[in-house]
């Protein structure tokens, strides 16, 4: 079974700074996809970004960038030039590549708490 | 664009009641799958259908159960509520293994 490690609760950054929040996974397919989700107050559950394990190029969405080390099993996310609005409960996820009805769910990490100090 | 419709989006109901959620996928996807988000807590998966069938199952207590209908459309049903079952419940849609799309959730409130 895969697992989703998000070993900080809560992390802290001020406006227009970056910050990178850490996420570690563990399992024994080599193709799969990785996500991070944001979950803002209103509970909604955002897709942020997400990457392909076969492609070793990042994947970026304007201020959103991850940093994947798929031999360390390692997807972290980027947040650079931070804004108020990015306040939320950010959980990465994982997912097989391969769609059966059993392989198709999402896995998450227990999240982190983002705050921006203005 | 259309997006994943639930509802109630709020619901109270007692110990031993039973509830229904329902839920209604982006037009033309496929799958949709059920989670379960505790206080504080992350989502966890339930259950999954794919065309109408169930696909996969996850954490879901026997008290409760699911199924999809010809519209597409699913429901989630749960008996002899508990206290420990107040929760956000999320239904997702997708079509072909990429993104799953969440609908706002359905907030349950056992007293």
């Known amino acids: 079974a895969q697992t989703v490690t998000q070993s900080q609760p809560e992390m802290s950054v001020q406006e227009a700074e970056t910050v990178t929040l850490s996420c570690t996974y563990d399992?024994?397919?080599?193709?799969?996809?990785l996500f991070w989700y944001k979950q803002p107050p209103s509970r909604q559950m955002i897709l942020v970004i997400r990457?392909?394990?076969?492609?070793?190029q990042n994947a970026t969405e304007n201020r959103f960038s991850v940093n994947f080390q798929k031999a360390a099993k390692s997807f972290s996310l980027k947040i650079s030039d931070s804004q108020l609005g990015d306040a939320a409960m950010y959980f990465c996820?994982?997912?097989?590549?391969?769609?059966?009805?059993?392989?198709?769910?999402?896995?998450f990490g227990k999240g982190i708490t983002l705050s921006v100090r203005p | 664009a259309a997006g994943v419709i639930q509802s109630p989006r709020h619901l109270i109901k007692e110990k031993r009641e039973t509830a229904t959620l329902k839920c209604y996928p982006i037009?033309?996807?496929?799958?949709v799958y059920w989670y379960q988000q505790g206080p504080g807590q992350d989502p966890q998966f339930l259950i999954s259908f794919y065309e109408k069938m169930q696909s996969d199952k996850g954490s879901i207590p026997d008290r409760f159960s699911a199924q999809q209908f010809s519209d597409y459309h699913s429901e989630l049903n749960m008996s002899s509520l508990e206290l420990g079952d107040s929760a956000l419940y999320f239904c997702?849609?997708?079509?072909?293994?990429?993104?799953?799309?969440f609908g706002p959730g359905t907030r349950l409130t056992v007293l």
């Open positions: 037009p033309r996807h496929d799958t």
């Open positions: 996820a994982y997912r097989s590549r391969f769609y059966t009805g059993a392989n198709s769910k999402l896995t």
């Open positions: 990457q392909e394990a076969y492609k070793q």
């Open positions: 997702a849609s997708s079509l072909r293994p990429i993104e799953q799309f």
């Open positions: 399992t024994s397919e080599s193709d799969y996809y």
